[in-house]
C-alpha cells in the first residue's frame, strides 16, 4: 500500500486535479441528445483581482454546476470579461501618465492601442484566478464585450433599436463625472449621507434696502443664479411679485418667480434657481422661461461662464466663495446639515448634475414584458424578497442614457454630415450609402467621438456568447438559451439583470434565464462591508496558498444563508481545512484494513451498522435534492457536514472497525468503501479537489473512472424505523459511556447490561455494536440486579453492573432526579400549550399530534425514571 501523507497536501493536489481535468474535457461542453445545464458567469472588469465577492459568487455557481453534472445534465459555464469603459480608461490614462505621456495628446487609434495592449497584458489575470478557485469554466468559450464578434452585435443592437424609435439623441440634465469625464446613468450613481454646510444667503432686492434670504448647500453655484423662487401662496413674499433681485457677488439681475413646487418650510422658503447644475431648477427654467449659464466645465472647475474663480476647483471655490460673501456681507448664517449626494459608482467623485447632449434609450415599452415575466414567476428571484425592488423599479423606469465620453468601448455608430443630419449605420460604408442617397454631393461625414456604456453590452451576454449575431437560431441558441439560473449580487439588479431580461424578450422573445439566486454581501464580523476602502478585505489568494482552495469554498458556503449577507469569519477557514483532515484520517483508517480483509463472509454482526449507513446517506440525499431547489447551499453543505464528520467518521467507523488484530468482512469492507465514495459524491461540488484525491486513493481506479463526472444515484425515501432504531442506539451509547464517566469507571474495564425492557428483540440486532462501544462484556434482560447505575434512555431502563466496587445510591438518585425535574418542566411546558384553546383551535392536526406524542413520550419517560429511582 502507497504511503498516505499526513494530511492533505492541498498544493499539490490542486494543480494536479485542475489540470486533469482540463485536459480530459470535463468542462467542455458541445451539443448533445443530454438536457443542458446554462450558467453564464457575470463577467469581471478586465481591471479585476480576485476578491471575496467572487469567492462566494463563482463558489455558488460551481457547486450549481459540479452538482448538474452529476446529475446527467450537459453543463456549460460560460466565462468572459467586461471591457469596463470607466475603470480600464481610467488604469490606461494613469499608466500612460505615469510613464509621462498625456492622453490629450494623443490621437484615439493612438490611445486605443494603448488600451488594448493593457488588456492583453493585464485583462486576463482575473480568469487565471479564478482557475486557481476550482471553477468548471468551459474555458473554450471565454468571451469579451469588445471581441470582434460582441463588438459588432452590440451596434446591431443600437442600430435596430435606433430604427424602431427606441434610442434618441437629446439634450437632458444627467449625471457628470468631473473625475471620468463622462456622463452616467441613474443607477451609476451612489447616493450617501453626507455632513454639509447650509448656507443662507441675502440677495438685494432692486431699487430697495430689502433682502431676500435663501439656502443653499452648494454656493458656488450661485454664480449660475437666472431667478430666486418662493410660493405664490408664501405671504412673507407676497409683496415682492414683478419684483427683481441682485445675484451676490456677480451682480447680476434676475426676477424673484412664484411656483407652487417650492416648499415654504425648507429653509427659508426661498430658492436660488440654477438650470445649468440642478434637475429641479431646470424643469423651473423650462417652465418659465430662464436663461441657461453653465458654469463648470467638464473636469469640475468654474468655467468662463462663472466670471469668477475661472479655472478654479468647485470644491476650493465653496470654501472661498462663503468667505467672499461673508465679506461683502451677504452671508446671513450657516448650520450643520446632512443630505444625500451623489457619488459615481466608478470613480467616487462627487456627481454633477449638468445639461448634455446625449444618447438615449427609451425603456419603458421594453420594461413592460420584461415586468411580466418575473412578477408571473416566469423567472423566479431567489429570494422572492427582490421582486417587489425589481417591480418598482421597472415601474418606475426612466430613459437610460447610453452615451459615454470615452474612448474604450463601443464607438457609438452615428455619423454627421457638415449640415447636422445623423445617420445611423451599422458600418460606415453602410452610412455613406444612407447619406448619399438622401444628398448625392456628401463627400465627408464624421463619426461620433462617444462610447456606449458598458452595460449597453453586458445586457447580450447570455444571447452573444452563443453566437446571437453571427447566425441567429444557430444550433448552440436553440439549445443552451434560455440559461438556467443566473447567480448574481442584488447591486446590479438594474444594471445588469433587469436590462438582460429586456434584452432577451426585444431580440429573442425570450428569457434570458429561469431563475436568479441573488447572493448576500460578504461583510465582516463587524457587519462592514469588505473592501479595500476598511482594509477589511483578507488577500484570497494568499488564503487559497495557505488553507486550500476547498478550505475558502467552504469558509465561504458554510455561512452563506441563502440571498442574505454573510458575516465572514476566517475560523471558517480552520473548520474547513479541519474538515478535510477528517476526511484524509478516515480514509487512512479505511486502507489500513484492506490488509484485513477476511477471505470470507462472516457472521454478519455489522449488518445494522451498515443498514443504518444506507439509510442516513438516502435520507440525506433526499434533503439534498429539496433544499439545492431552493438555494439554500449553506444548509445543504451543514448536512453534507454532519453526514460525514458525525455519521461516517464519529459512529459508523466506529461500529464496524475490527477489533484489533481482527479481520474485517468482505461485504462489510467493500459497504464501507461505496458509502465513502457516495459522501466523497455528495460533499465534490462543494470541496472538489480533496474530494478526487480521497476518491482516488481510496481504491485503484479505471482511466476515465473520475469523481467530478461520476453520477449521482436517484435518492430513494429512507427507512425511518432503522434511522430511529440508531438514534436510539447512539442515545444508548452516549448515555452508558457518560454514566461510566461520571462514576469513574476506566474504559477498559469490562462491565455487565442488564435492560429493563419490552423490546428485547432490538436489542440482540444491535448487541454486538453495543457491547463494543461500551465495553459490555454481557448484556441480560429484565432481571433483577443491585449495585449497579442505572441510566433511563427512552422508556428502557439500562443497569450497568461492575465488579470490584460499590455504587453511590445517592448520588445515583440525585442524578436521576436531576432528570425527572428537567422531564416534569418539559411536560409542563407541553401541557400548557395543549391546554391552550386558541393554540388547539389553530395549530394544524398534524402540529398537535406532534405536541401529544411529545406529552405521551414524556409521561412514558417520567414513569421510568421514577421506577428506577424507587429500585434504588
Not at 82 to 107: F, P
Not at 746 to 763: C, F, P, Q, S
Request: hydrophobic share 40%; with cysteine.
Amino acid at each position: 500500500m502507497e504511503q498516505l501523507s499526513k494530511n492533505f497536501s492541498h498544493l499539490e493536489s490542486e494543480d494536479k486535479w485542475y489540470r486533469h481535468w482540463e485536459n480530459a474535457g470535463y468542462f467542455k461542453s458541445v451539443p448533445d441528445n443530454r438536457p443542458p445545464y446554462t450558467v453564464v458567469i457575470p463577467p469581471p472588469n478586465v481591471t479585476g483581482v480576485l476578491h471575496m465577492g467572487h469567492a462566494l459568487n463563482n463558489s455558488v455557481q460551481d457547486v450549481l454546476v459540479r452538482r448538474a453534472k452529476m446529475k446527467g445534465y450537459n453543463t456549460c459555464w460560460v466565462p468572459g470579461t467586461d471591457h469596463a469603459s470607466i475603470a480600464t480608461e481610467a488604469k490606461v490614462v494613469a499608466l500612460l501618465r505615469e510613464n509621462g505621456i498625456d492622453k490629450n495628446k494623443l490621437s484615439r487609434e493612438e490611445f486605443l492601442q494603448h488600451a488594448w495592449e493593457w488588456k492583453e497584458k493585464y485583462g486576463g489575470i482575473i480568469l487565471q484566478q479564478f482557475r486557481k478557485l476550482g471553477l468548471s469554466l468551459d474555458w473554450d468559450r471565454t468571451a469579451f464585450t469588445m471581441d470582434k464578434g460582441y463588438y459588432a452585435a452590440v451596434i446591431r443592437v443600437f442600430v435596430e433599436l435606433y430604427e424602431k424609435g427606441k434610442i434618441f439623441r437629446g439634450v437632458k440634465m444627467i449625471n457628470w463625472d468631473p473625475k471620468a469625464k463622462t456622463a452616467l446613468s441613474d443607477e451609476e450613481v451612489i447616493h450617501k449621507q453626507t455632513q454639509s454646510k447650509l448656507y443662507y444667503v441675502r440677495y438685494k432686492i432692486e431699487d430697495s434696502e430689502d433682502y431676500i434670504t435663501i439656502a443653499t448647500v452648494r454656493p458656488e453655484t450661485i454664480l449660475g443664479d437666472t431667478a430666486v423662487c418662493v410660493h405664490p401662496d408664501d405671504e412673507r413674499y407676497m409683496h415682492l411679485k414683478g419684483k427683481y433681485c441682485v445675484v451676490p457677488l456677480v451682480n447680476r439681475r434676475v426676477p424673484i418667480i412664484f411656483d407652487d413646487y417650492i416648499d415654504k418650510e425648507f429653509g427659508t422658503g426661498a430658492l436660488k434657481v440654477t438650470p445649468a447644475h440642478d434637475i429641479n431648477d431646470y424643469n423651473l427654467g423650462l417652465k418659465h422661461k430662464l436663461p441657461v449659464i453653465d458654469t463648470l466645465n467638464d473636469d469640475g472647475t468654474m468655467s468662463e461662464a462663472a466670471t469668477m474663480y475661472i479655472g478654479q476647483d468647485r470644491f476650493d471655490v465653496r470654501k472661498q466663495i462663503v468667505i467672499d460673501l461673508e465679506a461683502a456681507g451677504h452671508l446671513v448664517k450657516t448650520e450643520d446639515y446632512t443630505n444625500q449626494v451623489g457619488f459615481s459608482e466608478r470613480t467616487n467623485a462627487v456627481i454633477e448634475p449638468r445639461l448634455s447632449m446625449q444618447w438615449w434609450c427609451k425603456m419603458d415599452e421594453m420594461a413592460q414584458p420584461a415586468l411580466a415575466a418575473v412578477v408571473d414567476n416566469e423567472i423566479e428571484f431567489y429570494p422572492s424578497k427582490f421582486k417587489n425592488l425589481y417591480r418598482h423599479w421597472m415601474e418606475n423606469i426612466k430613459d437610460w442614457c447610453i452615451s459615454r465620453q470615452l474612448w474604450w468601448g463601443q464607438r457609438i455608430p452615428a455619423w454627421y454630415d457638415d449640415a447636422g443630419n445623423i445617420y445611423v449605420a451599422n458600418t460606415e460604408e453602410e452610412a455613406y450609402s444612407e447619406a448619399k442617397a438622401q444628398n448625392p454631393n456628401i463627400t465627408t461625414l464624421k463619426q461620433d467621438e462617444d462610447v456606449l456604456d458598458t452595460w449597453f453590452s453586458s445586457w447580450l451576454f447570455p444571447m452573444q456568447v452563443f453566437g446571437w449575431n453571427e447566425q441567429p437560431g444557430n444550433p448552440e441558441l436553440n439549445y443552451y438559451y434560455p440559461t438556467n439560473t443566473l447567480v448574481t449580487a442584488p447591486e446590479i439588479i438594474f444594471f445588469w439583470v433587469a436590462r438582460m431580461i429586456m434584452a432577451g424578450y426585444e431580440f429573442l422573445d425570450k428569457k434570458p434565464f429561469d431563475k436568479v439566486y441573488f447572493t448576500g454581501i460578504v461583510r465582516d464580523k463587524q457587519g462592514r462591508k469588505m473592501s479595500k476602502q476598511f482594509g477589511n478585505s483578507p488577500d484570497l489568494l494568499g488564503l487559497i496558498d495557505q488553507y486550500g482552495a476547498d478550505a475558502v469554498r467552504f469558509s465561504v458556503m458554510i455561512s452563506s444563508p441563502a440571498g442574505n449577507d454573510l458575516l465572514y469569519d476566517e475560523s471558517a477557514l480552520e473548520q474547513g481545512r479541519n474538515f478535510i483532515n477528517k476526511m484524509w484520517n478516515a480514509l487512512k483508517l479505511v486502507k489500513m484494513w484492506e490488509s484485513r480483509v477476511a477471505a470470507t463472509s462472516m457472521a454478519d454482526e455489522s449488518s445494522f451498522a451498515t443498514d443504518w449507513m444506507e439509510q442516513r446517506i438516502q435520507s440525506v440525499s433526499q434533503s439534498l435534492d429539496e433544499l439545492f431547489e431552493r438555494f439554500s447551499l449553506s444548509e445543504a453543505l451543514k448536512n453534507i457536514y454532519s453526514l460525514v464528520w458525525d455519521d461516517f467518521c464519529s459512529w459508523y467507523l466506529e461500529w464496524v472497525k475490527p477489533a484489533p488484530d481482527a479481520t474485517i468482512d468482505p461485504a462489510v469492507y467493500e459497504k464501507t468503501v461505496q458509502y465513502f465514495e457516495r459522501l466523497l459524491q455528495l460533499l465534490h461540488p462543494f470541496m472538489p479537489f480533496a474530494t478526487e484525491e480521497i476518491y482516488h486513493q481510496l481504491k485503484e481506479r479505471q482511466p476515465g473512472d473520475d469523481l467530478i463526472i461520476r453520477q449521482l444515484p436517484v435518492a430513494t425515501s429512507a427507512n425511518a424505523t432503522i434511522l430511529q432504531q440508531a438514534n436510539f442506539l447512539q442515545e444508548l451509547i452516549s448515555n452508558i459511556r457518560d454514566a461510566r464517566n461520571k462514576n469513574q469507571l476506566k474504559n477498559k474495564d469490562a462491565v455487565h447490561l442488564v435492560v429493563d425492557t419490552a423490546n428485547e428483540g432490538y436489542y440482540q440486532h444491535i448487541k454486538d455494536i453495543l457491547c463494543k462501544q461500551v465495553n459490555a462484556a454481557s448484556i441480560q434482560f429484565n432481571q433483577p440486579t443491585t449495585n449497579s447505575i442505572a441510566v433511563v434512555v427512552g422508556t428502557d431502563k439500562v443497569y450497568i453492573v461492575f465488579e470490584g466496587g460499590t455504587v453511590d445510591t445517592e448520588k445515583q438518585k440525585a442524578v436521576l432526579q436531576k432528570e425527572l425535574d428537567y422531564m416534569n418542566g418539559f411536560l409542563a411546558s407541553v401541557q400548557k400549550k395543549l391546554s391552550n384553546e386558541k393554540f388547539v383551535q389553530n395549530a394544524k392536526p398534524e402540529v398537535i399530534a406532534i405536541e401529544r406524542k411529545k406529552e405521551a413520550d414524556a409521561l412514558a419517560k417520567i414513569k421510568t425514571i421514577e421506577e428506577s429511582m424507587q429500585s434504588l
